[in-house]
């Protein structure tokens, strides 16, 4: 199994405490600064970039889960990431994918969410980022020559009264939002540093209340068998 962009490698863990010992697990990411120093046995941490996998691999994964990226990642980027997992998937081989699309992010235009939506789509048209990545990506598997692609899509309000795990992912969320600041300055979508940090704070406030709902998509697919 491979785990691509496995950040801090929480989810590997977690995983890997659900399948037998036996079962080998590799995750990589683009830095090795956040992986945990203690693993199980059967977890390889690797610093390797999604779109330039080691050639050895090459048709040696059975399953493959990739999470994330749409706010990293460039079409031609995607391009060349989808090609990567094709050719290290085994035939008969599976992956999944779980990404958002921002177009479907519901929220009121007036609303602090509806304005960092609306930034979303110019910082995305201007960077070669997919906007819509959720939506997209089972054609884009398709045309890389995966078969049996599905889709499913889950809607959920953004909350952080509904326990301890959406706090965490409330917080990894602003984390990304922050790391947003210098290009949405660049682009002149706001006036100052100040200015994006009390947008963030009336966000998190809206998001109490249940503003927005988010489209979230996991996309599987198969790797032909010959």
């Not at 499913?152 to 509904?162: L, W």
């Amino acid at each position: 199994m491979l785990i691509v962009y496995a950040l801090i490698g929480s989810w590997v863990l977690d995983f890997a405490q659900t399948v037998p010992p036996s079962v080998s697990i590799h995750a990589v990411d683009t830095s090795t600064t956040f992986f945990p120093t203690t693993h199980p046995q059967n977890i390889v941490f690797a610093k390797h970039s999604g779109t330039a996998l080691p050639q050895t691999w090459t048709n040696k994964f059975d399953f493959i889960n990739q999470s994330l990226l749409a706010g990293c990642l460039t079409r031609d980027d995607w391009i060349q990431d989808l090609q990567e997992l094709f050719r290290v998937t085994k035939p008969g081989g599976h992956i999944q994918l779980f990404e958002p699309s921002f177009e479907s992010w519901d929220c009121p235009p007036n609303s602090a969410n509806g304005k960092m939506k609306s930034m979303y789509k110019v910082l995305f048209d201007n960077t070669s980022l997919i906007y819509d990545l959720g939506v997209k990506l089972p054609h884009m598997l398709l045309d890389t020559g995966f078969v049996v692609v599905g889709q499913h899509k889950s809607t959920f309000p953004v909350n952080t009264n509904d326990g301890a795990p959406v706090q965490q992912c409330v917080g990894m969320m602003i984390r990304w939002l922050r790391n947003l600041q210098p290009p949405i300055l660049r682009f002149g979508l706001l006036g100052s540093a100040e200015e994006y940090e009390s947008l963030l704070k009336e966000m998190q406030e809206e998001w109490n209340h249940g503003v927005p709902t988010e489209n979230f998509f996991v996309i599987h697919a198969r790797k032909p068998v010959a």
